[in-house]
């Protein structure tokens, strides 16, 4: 039979039984790991690029190495370079691998994120924490965010079924109607509050320009937990891509594995936007790219995304702070001149498919 016009159905058995490679995982971290470099490096403060190794590999256990800097340059390094590109690989990977689990559970390569509405929602949320708790210590941002998150997807996913519709288009509409309903919100807790109007702005444009240690310790937990729980339902979605009858004859609810799927994909999302922002189309670029490079099973769109989202951030950061220095570009700016193209080429190439 030939490869190019073989049955969806056979096509959906091969990848529920495909495994992940060393080889593209290997690439996929050598990627992030130089990216991670070039946002340590990069930087207003010239720091040599000696001296940042040489303090980097001091860090290292039992290893002691002289780098020559003062308090100035280790605290420019330590305080603001090396917290900076760790948030935005943390961001950029949450945001990718949410893309690919929403897409999993909805079977829309059109799942994303900002699309949905879990980011909106979890900027209603955030927002709401930002206004009425002014003392709170961080915890409650990213809870907010979260139960923002679950109500945008859920609203956006009823309103696309109310509608009769079950396709790519009408679920991105639903989530375009909910998004612009939530921003509305959002804008009016914006206006009853104008003494945080600074400091929600800086928040909605996106960016990890205000990363430090503290953020990381509050939103590394729930990273954390959303990242093995997706990672683990890296099998089970491969299973429900060939059918929910066929989940079922393997003893498998397809019900229970969306939800837990779902919920892991919010908390990711909430997780990222909590002190990121709004940072649109990483989950739909990066899971793409992954798919046409490495192929549609789920146990390898899942970790390369993951590690594909945090470098190609780490990229868009760099960017963001270098193309107008010493000015700088909120960071959901470049990924909209990126995603905006490459969504409208996604969107046609799935019309196709449902058109054949």
Known sequence: MNLLHRPPRDRRMERSQARLRPLP?????????????????VGAAGLPVGGVLKALADTIPFVHVDSGFGVIDESVLFELRVPRALMAA??????????????????????????????????????????????????????????????????????????????????????????????????????????????????????????????????????LVSTVVLLAHGRLLDVLSVG????ASLGLSAARVRLTVLVAASLATASAVAVSGLIGFVGIVVPHIVRRLAGGSYRVVLPLSLLGGAAFLEVADLVARTVISPGELPLGVVTAFVGGPFFVVVLRASRRQVET
Do not use: H, K
Request: with cysteine.
């Open 25 to 41: 995982l290997a690439v996929a971290a050598a990627l992030l790991a130089a990216t991670l470099l070039a946002g340590v490096l």
């Open 90 to 223: 943390l961001v950029g990977g949450m945001l990718a691998m949410a893309g690919a689990g929403y897409q999993g559970v909805f079977r829309n390569p059109l799942a994303d994120p900002y699309l949905l509405g879990a980011a909106a929602g979890a900027g209603v949320g955030a927002t709401l924490v930002i206004v009425l708790v002014p003392g709170d210590p961080g915890y409650g941002v990213p809870l907010a965010a979260f139960v923002g998150a679950i109500c945008g997807v859920l609203l956006a996913y009823a309103l696309g079924r109310t509608t009769g519709g079950n396709g790519a288009a009408t679920l991105v509409l639903a989530g375009v109607a909910v998004s612009s309903f939530l921003a509305a919100v959002q804008t009016f807790l914006q206006q009853m509050n104008a003494e945080e109007l600074q400091r929600i702005f800086s928040w909605l444009l996106g960016g990890v320009g205000s990363a430090d240690w503290r953020q990381l310790s509050l939103v590394a937990p729930y990273a």
């Open 244 to 247: 929910d009858e066929e989940a």
